[in-house]
């Protein structure tokens, strides 16, 4: 299985050092390895992401898929194998963090806002801090993204006075206050009651019909089968299989992937 | 002012309540001058051993064996030996290796005087609990929050400026106001260097005057109203960090 997923992307590798062309894939990982100690959780990972793609990663707990997503944004990095991000070797020892997470944003399950700042602080900090943008258009920008997600009543709030679903909706701002050209999102619906889930998927799904390259590690089966342009089945270290979601939740080719389905609630 | 130090004169001769401290201008002026000193003593070792605090828990999360190796050693020896032995090892044998600096009217001083000694020894001392304060409050902040900022671009010196120490210093401030006022206590052990501190002209005033009694009485009210000032700052402090969801126990979201 791992040797087909490789192989059906063989082609579309850009050789590194040429510059991202746009119609080269956001994301490109080729036989990605990861081990902590002597537990594999990658096992050679292949896998690639259009540009402008929602793409949901699915599968059972501890089949690698939240450590497939930290390592496209270095915060994980790889024993072996490659990955591309807008033709950024992220997998390369001298890699340029800054560079590399100017341009992929990341929300967590957790939300992880800065508790001693306010919603509006926590978008402006990176931009001011990290890019050493200008204080008025960061603020501009930070104030019209809060009001996107509807949020602007509650940008002098701390985050510890906002809702699960405000925290998450503040921390994807946080990120796109950045600019970034692809969003990582790892499993940011888990802890959310299902008004706030709703809430949290349209905000995604908005971020989609912009033409941002959207990565979700997700159990929310009916946002892959109704959003997704591609979803990507993992177990076991490996990406068993992918497809368009018509596919995979129909007709999927794997005995392990139907299996996982089956036990699946829409 | 006048009529409130003559109060003091009455005191003694109505009540036998001996305070030269108020009533005598030679003895007011050396006991206040002890007090200055005392502060002095006080706000320079507060701020080094804070200095030293952030520095050394700094060195602690680095990634250089050696620098982490060098602040746990100092650590060790300076936060498990008693201060009075660490000022008189310092002035008496480290201060007499020093080089002296010439006068210009012959003869020659130390390099560092006791007061100076003295703030070198508290700043080690108390810094040397510090760097475990900070070290706590540094390693408290979730690992979750700093991949955040991680994510975001922020590097080492950023996410410490803007997330960690921040967040770290609301964490360990109840154990850093009580180190610190510990450390304004201890600045009383410069009396055995012989710098003319609070303790130190005190001393001399109840040898002059044979007023042990109410000297004692001074100086305890003195250093209670000190500290409390210090304490109520601390608090104060506190109070203006807090934000809504994090350390929160027992007090207002």
Request: net charge neutral; charged share 20%.
């Amino acid at each position: 299985m791992l040797d087909l997923a490789a192989d059906r992307h063989a082609a579309a590798v850009p050789s590194p050092g040429l510059l991202p062309r746009t119609d080269s894939p956001a994301v490109v990982l080729t036989d990605v390895r990861k081990s902590f100690g002597a537990s594999r959780v990658l096992n050679g990972v292949s896998l690639s992401i259009p540009r402008g793609n929602v793409t949901c990663v699915i599968g059972p707990s501890g089949s690698g898929k939240s450590t497939l997503l930290r390592c496209i944004n270095a915060l994980t990095p790889v024993d072996s194998g490659s990955v591309l991000v807008d033709g950024i070797a992220v997998h390369d020892p001298a890699l340029d963090k800054l560079a590399l997470r100017r341009r992929v944003g990341m929300v967590f399950q957790q939300y992880n806002l800065f508790p001693h700042k306010t919603a509006l602080e926590n978008v402006m900090m990176a931009p001011i801090h990290v890019l050493g943008e200008d204080r008025e258009e960061v603020e501009a920008r930070a104030v019209a993204l809060l009001s996107r997600i509807r949020l602007l009543d509650k940008a002098h709030s701390y985050p510890g006075a906002l809702s699960g679903g405000q925290q998450q909706r503040v921390a994807i701002a946080r990120s796109l206050a950045m600019r970034p050209t692809i969003m990582l999102f790892d499993e940011v619906t888990a802890a959310l009651d299902p008004v706030m889930v709703k809430e949290v998927l349209a905000t995604v799904r908005d971020l989609a019909d912009d033409g941002i390259t959207c990565i979700l590690v997700t159990h929310e089966m009916g946002f892959a089968r109704d959003v997704a342009d591609q979803v990507c089945f993992t177990d076991q270290g490996i990406v068993v299989e992918e497809g368009p979601p018509e596919k995979i939740f129909t007709n999927p080719d794997d005995p392990r992937t139907r299996d996982f389905l089956g036990h699946v609630r829409f | 002012m006048t009529g409130v130090w003559d109060w003091f004169l009455w005191l003694y001769e109505a009540h036998g309540i001996n305070l030269p401290v108020f009533y005598d201008s030679y003895d007011r002026q050396r006991f206040f001058a002890g007090l200055l000193t005392t502060l002095e003593l006080s706000v320079c070792s507060v701020v080094a051993s804070v200095a030293i605090g952030l520095v050394g828990a700094w060195a602690l999360g680095s990634g250089s064996v050696v620098a982490r190796r060098l602040v746990q050693g100092y650590v060790h020896a300076f936060r498990n030996t008693p201060p009075l032995i660490q000022l008189s090892f310092l002035y008496f044998a480290v201060g007499n290796l020093l080089p002296r600096l010439e006068m210009a009217g012959g003869g020659s001083r130390p390099l560092l005087d006791g007061f100076a000694w003295a703030v070198v020894t508290l700043s080690l001392f108390g810094g040397a609990f510090n760097v475990e304060i900070f070290r706590s409050g540094i390693e408290a902040v979730p690992a979750s929050t700093v991949e955040a900022a991680e994510a975001l671009g922020f590097n080492r010196w950023r996410l410490h400026r803007h997330v960690v120490l921040p967040l770290a210093l609301r964490i360990c401030l109840p154990a850093l106001s009580n180190n610190l006022v510990n450390l304004v206590k201890t600045s009383t052990l410069a009396y055995a260097i012989g710098v003319p501190e609070l303790l130190y002209v005190s001393a001399q005033v109840w040898a002059d005057a044979m007023n042990v009694r109410e000297m004692m009485n001074v100086l305890l009210v003195t250093y209670v109203g000190m500290v409390g000032l210090l304490s109520f700052g601390l608090r104060r402090l506190e109070a203006a960090l807090r934000v809504p969801g994090l350390g929160t126990v027992g007090g207002q979201p």
